[in-house]
């Protein structure tokens, strides 16, 4: 071979050997070296001269660029399990319509309305919804890599029974949906009234110089309540649309019924929920329509509190119920 | 036009698809004894299965690696070259292989005859042969 074509031929291996693994570069090399070397020679025997540099071009053009043959040698590569996707889509659905979109409506929509410049407001509104939706769709990507990459396995796919799966869409009873969504608005309705009405309020001035002064135990509830309120309206809204996800619902409906007692018994455990100071009231009034005020919100504490238990307990039995019926395990596919 | 192209595409991929299991089969029968890469490619391609070298010494590492095959480098007419050949584990999966291998070419055979495709097969693949 001519100092010209060797030189072609090395430069192209060496371009290939740029791209391949570095265990394995020189073998990979030598064998594709030899390869050519061989369809040079009987080239150059069925043409009966040396091929020129034109000629090599022609066969190692033909042959694939360099980082086409070398990544024939790599191995199979994928950011996510393609088994997975399904899920990954379903993640990211979820996160950015249905969780984003009501937070930022939540968060957003008041301002928008009260702001002397809205455009602006709402500027600022998308610029942050696809800020924080960028970022979110960077986490989920890695987190969903990150099981690909250490082999996470999912039994849940692979031990599935078909008497378990849901129901067809559009042939539930259409007052479920219409109930949850009735339940969602009214959830983030009474997340908003609870923002209005305890927003780092300490007390209540009425007309007549009567104050209603909070306990601190308010202070400490606040976000609690909002955080449960809000994850049961979005559950609402999630169920809404998605009526079939029974068994999602009620462990949520449970987890929240559990944090809406352990606030509930924060507060009784508090006692002193109010206090009133009005200067036109005799001491003993006073007393007796604190007793009254104070004995109205136990009250109503352990009203909610047995409601909670009876809604912990329906969707307890509910999951029971769907439990027991789980028929006898089946065999595994061929 | 469009459409020509989309289905002449199609049809690639389907190729492709329906040659990937056939090359491995193949290229283990041909491994039955030993040869280099470039002198495999040949013995192959004079038997009517071209197969491209970017496609082959891939195939054939991963068929080593999985421990199918097995090589060596050996100097012959004063050049090193690699010569592969089954190892005893393909040995013992190569005739498994082709015993599914025919089940399955029996299968579509009867599936062909069933519905008198047969025959049009037969004819694309003169029209092939003509080309």
């Known amino acids: 071979m001519p100092a010209t074509n060797t030189d072609l031929v090395d430069r192209y291996l060496h371009a290939v050997k740029f791209w391949l693994p570095k265990a394995q570069q020189a073998d990979i090399v030598a064998e594709l070296g030899e390869d050519l070397q061989s369809l040079v020679e009987e080239r150059e025997a069925a043409l009966g001269h040396t091929l020129d540099e034109d000629e090599l071009a022609i066969i190692l053009k033909k042959r694939g660029s360099p980082m086409r043959v070398a990544s024939g040698y790599l191995p199979e590569q994928r950011l996510i399990n393609p088994a997975m996707l399904p899920v990954y889509r379903l993640v990211l659905k979820i996160v950015l319509l249905w969780v984003f979109v009501p937070l930022f409506a939540f968060v957003f929509l008041g301002p928008v309305l009260t702001f002397a410049r809205p455009g602006e407001m709402l500027l600022r509104c998308a610029v942050e919804y696809w800020r924080a939706a960028f970022m979110t769709v960077g986490m989920v990507t890695t987190v969903f890599a990150l099981l690909d990459r250490y082999q996470v396995k999912f039994h849940r796919a692979d031990n599935w029974d078909p008497r378990k799966l849901p129901g067809v869409p559009g042939t539930q009873n259409a007052m479920t949906r219409w109930n949850h969504l009735a339940g969602a608005i009214f959830g983030f309705a009474a997340a908003a009234f609870w923002v209005y009405l305890m927003w780092q309020r300490s007390e209540f001035a009425f007309s007549g110089g009567t104050r209603l002064i909070l306990g601190p135990v308010w202070r400490q509830i606040y976000w609690p309540v909002l955080g449960v309120t809000l994850t049961s309206a979005f559950f609402d809204l999630l169920s809404s649309v998605y009526p079939r996800w029974t068994q999602v619902r009620s462990r949520v409906r449970i987890g929240t019924d559990i944090c809406g007692l352990t606030i509930a018994a924060v507060l009784l455990k508090a006692g002193n929920f109010v206090g009133i100071v009005d200067a036109h009231l005799s001491a003993a009034d006073l007393a007796n329509s604190m007793a009254w005020f104070n004995g109205m919100i136990d009250w109503t504490v352990i009203a909610a509190i047995a409601i909670e238990i009876g809604d912990a307990i329906h969707e307890a039995r509910f999951l029971l119920r769907g439990k027991r019926a789980k028929p006898a395990a089946l065999p595994s596919a061929m | ?131």
Not at chain 2, 51 to 71: F, H, K, W
Request: charged share 30%; proline share 2%.
């Open chain 2, 1 to 131: 036009m469009h459409t020509n192209a989309a289905s002449s595409e199609l049809f690639d991929n389907l190729r492709l698809e329906l040659r990937r299991g056939c090359l491995v089969v193949a290229v283990l029968a041909q491994l039955y004894t030993e040869h280099y890469g470039y002198a495999l490619r040949k013995a192959l391609g004079d038997q009517g299965l071209a197969i491209d070298e970017n496609t082959l010494y891939p195939l054939l590492r991963r068929l080593e690696s999985q421990g199918l095959l097995a090589s060596q480098w050996r100097e012959e007419e004063k050049r090193n070259k690699r010569f592969y050949r089954l190892s005893p584990l393909g040995e013992e999966v190569l005739p498994n292989l082709l015993a599914e291998w025919r089940e399955m070419t029996a299968a579509l055979e009867r599936i062909l005859g069933d519905r008198g495709l047969a025959s049009a097969a037969e004819s694309a693949s003169e029209s092939k042969k003509e080309k």
